[in-house]
């Protein structure tokens, strides 16, 4: 008899442990479904990854100083204005390619995000001419990586920041630059910021810097933070360090990735989504050495392959795609193996080593289709080191559309750990067939429906919307359950839902 009560005390305690969780205040801020952090179950519904959607060819890097090695592109929204920063390289070995060249910091610029130019702006010279659009030469310009700097503190001069990896001959390490205007830059130090070598006490991981390094300021945590390549053994992996003024860093930390055996990766692509900057979302990189095989040699352009493997077998036996992943604290990522943007079906340049990377970060753009909102756009590598010129595509995707929560026509739920919330209505971000539907139940802590906000309460939605007000039956709205803990529980029929919001 004591046993059988010791058992049902136990189930007691497992079935209401999560009821008595500390809720999450997430007030007014808009959640995504990038991971799992908000979801308590799931029952019929799936979290499924949306893919970016192909565009025009929108950048052409076909300049004597640039070449079929250029890449490594930095893209973000500077008022009415879209700025590009990229590495302008001729890779030295492109069987196509006549001999290669140092790299620089290159610089173009769109109304629109997207049609580009790029500027003379008689900075630097270049084989006798400052005609170009070259932002920088020498120290560090293998991988030259802008951004705006918003810390309120941050001085005049300093409103645009870059990063980049010195070469050989310099001090070796993560160089830090500075400039008052997006175009004329300085080094912010003569040393790296953060040097070669090995991490911390770490034996195994060490600093190598030799692909695209990033860094921002987190207006959220009120730091700066990078992001940057490394190995751990003779793996490519990424770490991350933070810093109060730009010039200090912590030690670099390695990315965690929980239960899954991350893939090598090249670039991070890790920023802070501006829409739900308290979301870290990146689009690294995956390099895949598949070793020849009947199938490698039916990808295109064997031949050219054929001639980049005479350099070094893995030049022309590699392929590379872009993953999704996303963090709420920067070092714990959600990694979606299923790939983000796949090479495609085409009959060339996309299933290259160095094709597929994906420029650093999203930027809002108007959409194509008339009668369309806004949409994000992602430009993304092709004909890396193949001819003599190396293209950007523009890819396109839905706001906030990295994944969903998906319902099937037979209906599936999600339903969210207690949350806080701060607000009168919620709002969807979501899409449905035309017989599709959601409805949304509001819950106790424990489970226990809220009257007056139960699925028979909630008016169906159906439709296709960015932001949509759920609707309650008898006009109601929800400011007598602010600010205490609740369960949201998505009922969802064909459907696909991306972000909510509650204001």
């Not at 802008?146 to 070796?172: I, L, M, W």
Request: net charge negative.
């Amino acid at each position: 008899m004591r046993i059988s009560c010791l058992l049902l005390s136990t189930f007691w305690l497992l079935a209401h442990t999560s009821a008595l969780a500390e809720p999450i205040n997430i007030g007014s801020r808009l959640e995504l479904f990038v991971d799992d952090y908000l979801i308590e179950s799931r029952d019929g519904a799936e979290l499924r990854i949306h893919h970016p959607q192909p565009k025009e060819i929108c950048f052409v890097r076909d300049e004597a100083w640039e070449g079929s090695g250029s890449g490594y592109d930095t893209v973000f929204q500077d008022g009415d204005l879209y700025r590009m920063y990229y590495k302008a390289w001729e890779h030295a070995s492109n069987p196509d390619a006549d001999g290669g060249h140092d790299t620089f910091g290159a610089y173009a610029e769109s109304k629109d995000g997207k049609i580009w130019t790029k500027p003379k702006l008689g900075i630097w010279e270049f084989e006798g001419s400052k005609e170009n659009n070259i932002v920088w030469m020498g120290k560090g310009g293998h991988d030259f990586s802008a951004f705006r700097d918003t810390n309120p503190d941050c001085p005049p001069e300093e409103q645009y920041k870059a990063v980049s990896h010195g070469h050989e001959s310099d001090p070796k390490g993560l160089m830090a630059f500075k400039s008052p205007d997006g175009i004329h830059w300085s080094l912010l130090q003569e040393d790296p910021i953060i040097p070669w070598g090995k991490v911390g006490e770490s034996k195994d991981i060490r600093l190598l810097f030799d692909t695209q390094n990033v860094a921002f300021w987190d207006e959220v945590k009120q730091e700066y933070r990078c992001y940057i390549r490394a190995f751990q053994g003779d793996l490519r992996v990424v770490c991350t360090a933070t810093s109060k003024d730009f010039r200090t860093w912590s030690t670099p930390v390695l990315l965690n990735f929980g239960d899954v055996k991350a893939p090598a990766l090249y670039t991070n692509q890790v920023k802070p989504y501006y829409r739900a900057p308290h979301i870290y979302i990146g689009f690294p990189a995956r390099y895949s050495d598949r070793g020849w095989s009947p199938s490698m040699r039916a990808l295109p352009m064997l031949e050219h392959r054929e001639k980049r493997a005479e350099h070094e077998t893995r030049f022309g036996t590699t392929v590379t795609d872009s993953l999704l992943i996303a963090s709420r604290d920067g070092v714990k990522f959600k990694m979606w193996m299923e790939t983000f943007l796949r090479p495609g079906l085409r009959t060339a340049d996309n299933w290259v080593y160095g094709d597929n990377y994906i420029a650093w970060h999203v930027v809002e753009t108007e959409a194509d289709m008339e009668n369309a909102p806004r949409e994000l756009s992602l430009y993304a590598t092709e004909s890396y080191w193949t001819g003599k010129a190396s293209y950007l595509r523009r890819f396109t995707l839905r706001i906030d559309g990295f994944v969903s929560a998906y319902g099937p026509y037979d209906g599936g739920t999600l339903t969210t750990k207690p949350v806080i919330f701060d607000g009168e209505q919620l709002i969807l971000n979501f899409s449905t067939s035309a017989a599709g539907s959601i409805r949304i139940e509001l819950q106790e802590a424990d489970g226990t429906p809220i009257p007056g906000f139960t699925l028979e309460d909630s008016e169906l939605v159906f439709g296709d919307d960015l932001a949509r007000v759920v609707p309650w039956k008898d006009d109601k709205n929800l400011a007598a359950l602010a600010g205490k803990a609740v369960r949201i529980k998505f009922e969802m029929k064909d459907a696909d839902l991306y972000s909510y919001k509650f204001e």
